[in-house]
């Protein structure tokens, strides 16, 4: 909840200070409590933006009810919630139909409240999700939490910007994407951008648990619970208590394992192998696959129930090949240790793969380049050849241009880096060569569209 900011504002103090405990206690980090309107509504006025708004209805000097038509004239996707001690259907209406989310009665206990809260934000995440999707320029704002992650297409961009939003509900999150495209890093940057970044990050290769010790592995053991067990065991649950637990590969979980792992979504109860005490996990669950699960499910190899339990979130990795912008990006950052360099013309097969491996494949041959290389700097020689056309189409331009006129190779030329960097300046010049300014100034010379 950290990343939610929340204005209160009650004139009750003593309730006020007891709303401060509950929030601070649930994580909420970007609290303000005000116990006067009318400097709540200097704030408002101020265009500060919140996330959640809570409002006693009747307060001296200004009413709750004019703080919310404040708020919603100010920013709509706002959530607010109206207290009051006096149960009045006609007020509570009047709020709801301006917008309010809901409307409590007090006295309330903090559960009941963060019942309320967290539902409201849960429907602002899923408006934000929609907006999202819906806009060109992204970015997250906390970028310490996705700084593992390097990328400048617009399709990685949305998807970490929709991976933030996840971040910050407690449903269980489904990464799906082909292999190496960075699931695992994606979901320790969920972790980091989470209320729950200071626990522990707890990852599990579900391809590597035999099923004959899942239970143990999973829930952990007693003491003599079988043969060997000489000492209580802490299990991956129990391990991520307060954190986020990652499922990779969760596909490869055997179908008769996989209600033991529903009842632990669905009741967060489990039990350690050789005890009947029930225990209570808070872990979140952040799962992966490279397998489509809805065509496990069709062929009766996944069960749905837990599928649709898993797509509580659910965020998608484009593959290396959808998103090219990227990849001049990757290749400086595994070059940057060696102190070396990439030539335009290998800069330009590499751009032109479509690397089935993914990032994965990439700094693989960039590893290998670097060993062939020796210190210089990497070049056609150094690359394997790569089943690509397009790389051999961009090569013969940039080598062969001896039966055109040099203006029209050098737009023949760019036209085609440009256009295999997506349209991306700051990608195509790298391949080029050249200074960005240069790139457009050349665009603009020829007339490139």
Same mark, same amino acid.
């Given at each position: ?8 504002? @009650?004139? #009750?103090? &003593? ?7 509950? /929030?601070? *206690? ?5 609290? %303000? ?5 009318? #400097? ?14 809570? /409002? ?22 706002? +959530? ?7 149960? @009045?259907? !006609? ?15 007090? &006295? ?7 019942? %309320? ?24 704002? @906390? ?10 297409? +617009? ?18 999150? =489904? ?23 200071? #626990?522990?990050?707890? *990852? ?6 035999? $099923? ?48 033991? =792992? ?10 350690? %192998? $050789? ?9 979140? /669950? ?35 090949? #959808? ?10 950052? /595994?070059?940057? +240790? ?7 013309? *290998? ?13 994965? +494949? ?11 290389? !020796? ?20 090569? !013969? ?53």
């Amino acid at each position: 909840m950290r990343n939610y900011s929340v204005l209160v504002v @009650d004139d #009750e103090v &003593p309730f006020l200070n007891g709303i401060r405990r509950c /929030f601070s *206690a649930a994580g909420f980090q970007r609290l %303000v409590f005000l116990s006067d309107p009318v #400097e709540a509504a200097k704030i408002i006025l101020s265009e500060a933006s919140f996330d959640l708004c809570l /409002f006693d209805v009747n307060m001296p000097a200004m009413s709750g009810d004019k703080l919310l038509e404040l708020v919603k004239g100010h920013s709509a996707t706002t +959530e607010c919630i109206m207290i009051s001690a006096l149960d @009045d259907a !006609r007020t509570a209406l009047a709020c709801l139909k301006k917008g309010a989310y809901d409307y409590l009665l007090k &006295p309330l206990t903090c559960e009941e409240l963060l019942s %309320v809260v967290n539902r409201s934000l849960e429907r602002r995440r899923l408006i934000d999700l929609v907006a999202v999707r819906n806009q060109d320029a992204l970015d997250v704002d @906390d970028r310490e939490a996705f700084s593992s992650i390097l990328a400048q297409s +617009e399709k990685m961009k949305r998807v970490m910007r929709e991976a933030e939003l996840h971040a910050r509900g407690n449903l269980p999150v =489904l990464i799906t994407g082909e292999s190496g495209t960075g699931k695992e890093l994606l979901a320790q940057a969920i972790h980091r951008a989470s209320s729950r970044a200071e #626990e522990p990050f707890v *990852a599990v290769n579900m391809a590597a648990v035999a $099923g004959s010790v899942f239970e143990s592995e999973f829930f952990g053991h007693v003491k003599g619970a079988y043969t060997g067990a000489d000492r209580d065991r802490a299990g991956h649950i129990e391990s991520a208590a307060g954190g986020t637990i990652f499922l990779d590969e969760i596909g490869d979980l055997p179908i008769e394992l996989q209600g033991k =792992l529903l009842r632990v979504l669905q009741e967060r109860e489990y039990m350690k %192998v $050789g005890s009947s005490a029930l225990r209570i996990t808070d872990a979140r /669950f952040v799962t992966a696959t490279h397998a489509n699960l809805e065509r496990m499910v069709e062929r009766g190899k996944f069960r749905p129930d837990l599928y649709y339990r898993l797509k509580g979130s659910w965020v998608h990795l484009p593959p290396l090949r #959808e998103r090219r912008e990227d990849i001049p990006l990757l290749i400086d950052h /595994f070059l940057a +240790e060696s102190g070396t360099s990439i030539q335009p013309e *290998a800069l330009a097969v590499l751009m032109a793969y479509d690397y089935p491996g993914n990032v994965r +494949e990439l700094h693989s041959l960039i590893l290998s380049a670097l060993t062939i290389a !020796r210190g210089c700097p990497i070049s056609l020689q150094n690359l394997p050849t790569l089943p690509t056309k397009k790389s051999a189409i961009v090569t !013969r331009q940039i080598v062969d241009n001896n039966n055109l006129l040099l203006s029209h190779a050098e737009k023949a030329h760019i036209m085609s880096v440009y256009a295999l960097a997506g349209r991306n300046k700051a990608a195509a010049a790298k391949m080029l060569g050249i200074g960005l300014s240069t790139l457009h100034r050349k665009i603009k010379e020829y007339s490139i569209l």
